[in-house]
């Protein structure tokens, strides 16, 4: 079922119609068809403006975030969602299994001036799903098309939806969701090509993403899954047709992913950071964090360390003081080291992109 992304014809200089161009979602205008997809613990207030900072970027989604969560005011939940001026557009994802906690979960966040909402039918980990959350939603059409209708009708702000293709091959639901949410008021689907049994494994489906592209007549659908370069990026669109296209764990792998698809686009060749720029991202992310997180910073940011290691030019050993480090001090020492031994990494493929799981996932 599986389409491997092949070379696009189009040539560098002549982005794909409308590619370059602002996409329009339920009213709000997104200044690039470039989105950074929702990755659960990564997602947050300090990487969105770190990676905005860099060009290039449309939409931004936050981490997925519980409704209960919401609705009790959980620190957690409070943490998910912040923002500020600077970070806009933006939207705030939101899960779980019990229809009416969405729907107060949405009101409550439109009444909190959040400008759009995106319900998670994508997650493929166990902890979500078993809950009925995630794709889950997904092996119930009835049941989720009622949840999206009560959920879009309870607010005035645009609500979307971001989804797979379906729990497994045997079960592909994603063209029809995608047919009966447009009917109900929804503004734009993602869809990532993969099955929730695939998890991360597999190559993506440009079949699926085109079959669901084709299934709705007027709202956008965003194509996502395996995007590491802006080729790809554009291959996707022609391929497939979808309106934008979101990127995860593209942007963990190259955080300039954005700004290098914004040159691809405008005919120019992609610029590559220098050595001082990579240094001054680490440094930047890990600041911003502090300024939400403080000393908790330290315990947070070692999740990026397995994604920045190659691509920031880390020598593996610091790499691996990342991991582990303890304090601001600590933090600032591995630095100065870095920017010192940069060069010494043979290796170009991140640490996670080696040890990310794989379905089936029945054991996430």
Known sequence: MSTELTETSQPIGIPIDPADKPIVIG?????????????????????RLAI????????????????????????????????????????VQIYGGKTEHLVEAAKFLEDQNYKSIDINMGCPMAKITGNGGGARLMCDTDNACQLVSLVVNAVDIPVTVKMRLGWDSENITAPALAREFEQQGVKAITIHGRTREQGFHGEIS?????????????????????????????????MTGCAAVAIGR????????FRKIDDYGAGREPREPDPEELIQFLI???????????????????????????????????????????????????VEQIRERQG????????????????PIAHW
């Open 206 to 238: 440009v079949d699926g993403i085109r079959d669901t592209v084709e299934a709705v007549d007027n709202i956008p659908v965003v194509g996502n899954g395996d995007v590491r370069n802006p080729a790809d990026a554009y291959r996707l669109m022609e």
């Open 27 to 47: 009213g709000r205008t997104i200044p690039t068809r470039f989105f950074l997809a929702p990755l659960a613990g990564f997602t947050h207030l300090s990487f």
């Open 250 to 257: 593209g942007a963990l792998f190259d955080p300039w992913i």
């Open 344 to 359: 010494e990494r043979e290796s170009s493929v991140p640490t996670a992109m080696l040890k990310i799981p794989n379905g």
């Open 52 to 91: 905005r900072e860099l060009g290039g970027l449309g939409l931004a989604t936050t981490d997925l975030v519980l409704a209960d969560s919401i609705l009790a005011r959980g620190k957690r939940a409070v943490e998910l969602t912040r923002t500020c001026p600077e970070d806009t557009p933006m939207a």
């Open 284 to 334: 930047r992310h890990f600041y911003l964090m502090v300024d939400q997180h403080a000393q908790y910073s330290c315990i947070m940011f070692r999740k990026f360390s397995a994604w920045y290691g190659a691509k920031l030019g880390v020598p593996e050993d610091l790499e691996d003081r990342l991991r582990k480090f303890n304090s601001y001090s600590e933090f600032d020492e591995i």
